[in-house]
């Protein structure tokens, strides 16, 4: 174990699991370097069915360097219909080749346009749209470009496969990436949690001042300006360019309701889209998962087995693929220990730490200890996420190991691997890498 880059611990990925160098070099200098596929996880009728009774058709796209939100934007325009008749099961990277599935409502095949470096192919009807989560997980071709140790990768493949229990497998800690914070501007969880604690004008000057090295010149500039002229917010608006679009919407709430009062700063946030309101509480909770995590690894905890106190989850199969079923949860006691380790060995159930809302209840011995230290630190308690609208939480919990068959090839330096849904690429690549997060797109 070693210390990770400073932009990762200050998003609580305080560690990488391996102690060998990492093998350098840049991920993604090419779209085709970086390759994600679904594994879908939706049935779809035939192409000839019934359009009245399914008026939905199911798109598979192999997108190359496009935004899935950009993506559904252009298509919809092409095809003269609203954004709100386009839906997929999950986003994905810009910097990739990424193949998913999309839905359009009440569109033909022979609708279909000529996208710019994309190729569509319509493979079924459905009654329904696609919702967020109907994949299991996604398939990753990853190529390292001019790699200055490619030799390392062997050593530190065989120290994640000895964390992963050495049953075969690969495992990391399965940390939030960079990604879930901003990449450039790492501040989406410093915002939750002022938004958690109810300090609403530090919520919006997190979000709409405090500029960041990483960001161009003249945005950090404009932050920096935001910063000297609050609360005067008529010339708070002057000062934020047009691209800063949520950020203006901010301010202009502010100049209307004038910004004096605790609930003028509450409803500047609530201009912002529900989504984005989500995504603030949900950074929060991220954050607190990867603090968690980086302290069991200081206390030198198992990740792959439970020690007495921990919540473990029991395993589902979905379509040939094992997931956590977080329905189905248990404390360990201390006479359970050994069964439950039997269970995790062979994959029917995974130790857990929470992602804290309104309904968690906090694991019990050494485990317990760490999550009621981290959330000590940040003065929070689970009660502190009964919130009104969208930054309510009853909260969840996560598996804690993160692990894949992993296949790795030289010249090139590449990788083959599979992972579930909601979990990060890139936390398994810092571990071969270990470069600055931002050279790792």
Request: proline content about 6%; glycine content about 8%.
């Amino acid at each position: 174990m070693r210390e990770a880059h400073p932009i990762e611990t200050a998003v609580g990925m305080e560690y990488y699991v391996s102690d060998e160098d990492g093998v350098g070099g840049t991920l993604r200098e090419t779209n085709e370097d970086f390759r994600v596929r679904e594994i879908e996880r939706f049935d779809a009728d035939p192409l000839d069915a019934d359009p009245g009774s399914y008026p939905y058709l199911i798109l598979r796209a192999t997108l190359h360097g496009w935004d899935t939100n950009d993506f559904a934007r252009s298509l919809s325009s092409a095809l003269g219909i609203s954004r709100e008749r386009v839906s997929w099961a999950g986003t994905k990277d810009k910097r990739a080749v990424t193949t998913q599935l999309f839905s359009l409502r009440k569109v033909e095949p022979d609708d279909l346009p000529e996208m710019r470096a994309a190729e569509l192919e319509p493979v079924g009807r459905a009654g329904r749209e696609l919702l967020f989560g109907d994949l299991v997980g996604n398939e990753f071709e990853i190529t390292i470009s001019n790699p200055d140790h490619p030799e390392n990768a062997d050593e530190i493949a065989a120290q994640l496969r000895a964390f992963a229990g050495g049953d075969g497998g690969l495992a990391v800690p399965n940390f939030f990436g960079q990604q879930r914070f901003g990449s450039l501007r790492p501040v989406t969880h410093e915002v939750g949690l002022h938004v958690v604690r109810e300090e609403w004008e530090a919520a919006v000057m997190a979000y709409v001042g405090n500029p960041f090295e990483t960001e161009p010149e003249d945005t950090r500039e404009a932050r920096e300006r935001v910063e000297n002229l609050a609360p005067n917010w008529d010339a708070v608006l002057d000062a934020l360019p047009g691209r800063l679009g949520f950020e203006r919407s901010m301010a202009h709430r502010l100049v209307e309701n004038g910004g004096t009062d605790p609930e003028d700063f509450r409803d500047a946030l609530e201009s912002l889209p529900t989504n984005l309101q989500r995504l603030l509480v949900n950074a929060a909770q991220s954050y607190v998962f990867n603090r968690i995590l980086s302290e069991r690894l200081r206390r030198g905890l198992s990740f792959d087995k439970p020690v007495a106190g921990d919540v473990v989850c029991f395993a589902e199969e979905v379509d040939g693929f094992t997931v956590p079923d977080m329905d189905r949860q248990q404390t360990v006691s201390e006479k359970r220990v050994r069964t439950i380790e039997r269970h995790c060995r062979r994959g029917r159930a995974f130790v857990t730490a929470p992602l804290v809302g309104t309904e968690t209840e906090l694991a019990e011995g050494e485990q317990g200890d760490i999550e009621r230290e981290i959330l000590d630190d940040l003065d929070l308690e689970p009660h502190h996420f009964n919130l009104p609208g969208e930054f309510h939480s009853t909260g969840t919990r996560r598996a804690i190991l993160l692990g894949s068959d992993f296949s790795l090839s030289h010249d090139p330096l590449s990788f083959k691997f599979s992972l579930p849904s909601g979990s990060y690429a890139t936390v398994f690549l810092r571990e071969f890498l270990k470069a600055n997060p931002l050279d790792m797109g």
